[in-house]
Each structure stands twice: as structure tokens, then as C-alpha cells.
């Protein structure tokens, strides 16, 4: 099983509509949960971060947090073809002898039609 | 402020070569990170620095090293390349090895023939 699991895609939505991204981890005791997206061609971007379980919204995007599930979404609302782009789950994972390190899934593209 | 500052943007090199790629984290970050960004395989964690120290280190082989300088510039080094190796090479600074965001810089893509 993979630390960190997300579907591939590609995801399609037409403009406007929710854009609904998951991922799933394997680590129980993992406590921050991160979104980053990455354009093509581009380097990761920080868009979100989660701790706590329920819902943390920022403008159009809302992360949920599910630790009992150990599940973690994105919403995309309004979604935008500029939304287009991969979307990179990320776990923090505490490491023995202190420090921790971010695992990433593999990552779920996004594609936003007009 | 600036962003993570990574060169060469890009590199060519053929089996058996070394390479070295160089990292210039954001000012006042302290650690550094180096991912390994493959089609196939993701993002993958390779090693950590902080105050010149390796903090934590992925599951690449020996071939892979790094190091940081009391600036907190860091060089990763391949030796012995494979094909494999050819990839995106991004590394990300933040603060210390307990803060948890981090900052990318655009990567060094590096092919391997």
C-alpha cells in the first residue's frame, strides 16, 4: 500500500463547477496534511494545509480532513480553467529520532473545460 | 524576498557521468529538502539538511549525496548516472527541519542518454 494514495486522472469539469480532489493516506498518526499545485513545466505550490479534522475553506478551495478515515479532499468551486493543473496531496510524516518529512501521492491532473 | 534559486535549470549528461546540482534557499531558511519528481514515481523525498547536517534521508541509493554550506546553500550529487536518473530534481526550503511550509524552487530537469 502506498503512503499516500490519490487517483491519476485526468479529472474534467466544465467551467464553474465543483472540482472534487481525494487522497488517502496509510500513516494513523500523521497530523498535517498539506495541497500543493503544480502547474506544467512548474514547481509545486502550497495552496492549503489541514490539521484538524472537519472543513478549512480559503476562497474557492475547501480542504476536508477525515482522520478517522484517514481521507483528505480538495473542493475547487467556481472552478476555473486556470484551476487546470496537478494537485499534489502531501503528509507529514514524523520520523524516529525527530524531524519529519512531507510524502506525496502521485498527484491527480486537473483539467477545466470552457 | 527571493525564491529558492536552483541552477543549472537544465542539464544534459550521458551514463556513468556525475552531476551536481546546486540549491540557494530562501533568505533566513535554514533547511533544505531534495525531491525527486519522476512521471511514474511522483515526488520523492531523497534527503534534508539543517545547519550542515543531514537530517533525514530518503530510501535512494549511496549514489545520491548531498551537503550544505554554513550559508545554507546545498549541492546534491550523482554519481555513476543511470538512465533512470533523469528526472526533476526540485528542492524547498523552509525555516527549520520542525516548520512545516515549504518553499520550491523550479527545479534542475536533468536527462540522462
Known amino acids: 500500500q502506498k503512503e499516500v494514495e490519490q487517483n491519476s486522472g485526468p479529472l474534467s469539469v466544465p467551467e464553474g463547477a465543483i472540482a472534487s480532489l481525494n487522497c488517502t493516506y496509510s500513516?494513523?498518526?500523521?497530523?498535517?496534511f498539506f495541497w500543493y499545485r503544480q502547474y506544467s513545466g512548474k514547481s509545486p505550490e502550497l495552496i492549503m494545509s489541514?490539521?484538524?479534522?472537519g472543513d478549512k475553506e480559503d476562497g474557492r478551495f475547501t480542504a476536508q480532513l477525515n482522520k478517522a478515515s484517514q481521507y483528505v479532499s480538495l473542493l475547487i468551486r467556481d472552478s476555473q480553467p486556470s484551476d487546470s493543473a496537478t494537485y499534489l496531496c502531501?503528509?507529514?510524516?514524523?520520523?524516529?529520532?525527530?524531524?519529519?518529512?512531507?510524502?506525496f501521492g502521485t498527484g491527480t491532473q486537473l483539467k477545466v473545460e470552457l | 524576498k527571493a525564491g529558492v534559486t536552483q541552477t543549472p535549470r537544465y542539464l544534459i549528461k550521458t551514463r556513468g557521468q556525475q552531476v551536481t546540482l546546486s540549491c540557494s534557499p530562501i533568505?533566513?531558511?535554514?533547511?533544505v529538502s531534495w525531491y525527486q519528481q519522476t512521471p511514474g514515481q511522483g515526488l520523492q523525498f531523497l534527503f534534508e539538511?539543517?545547519?550542515?547536517?543531514?537530517?533525514n534521508k530518503g530510501n535512494f541509493p549511496g549514489r545520491f549525496s548531498g551537503r550544505q554550506f554554513s550559508n545554507s546553500r546545498s549541492e546534491m550529487n550523482v554519481s555513476t548516472l543511470e538512465l533512470g536518473d533523469s528526472a526533476l530534481y526540485l528542492c524547498?526550503?523552509?525555516?527549520?527541519?520542525?516548520?512545516?511550509?515549504?518553499?520550491f524552487g523550479p527545479g534542475t530537469r536533468l536527462t540522462v542518454l
Open positions: 524547498a526550503s523552509r525555516v527549520d527541519y520542525l516548520t512545516d511550509t515549504q518553499y
Open positions: 500513516d494513523r498518526v500523521s497530523q498535517s
Open positions: 489541514i490539521y484538524s479534522n
Open positions: 502531501a503528509v507529514k510524516m514524523i520520523l524516529t529520532g525527530g524531524g519529519n518529512k512531507l510524502t
Open positions: 533568505s533566513g531558511h535554514r533547511s
Open positions: 539538511y539543517f545547519s550542515e547536517t543531514q537530517r
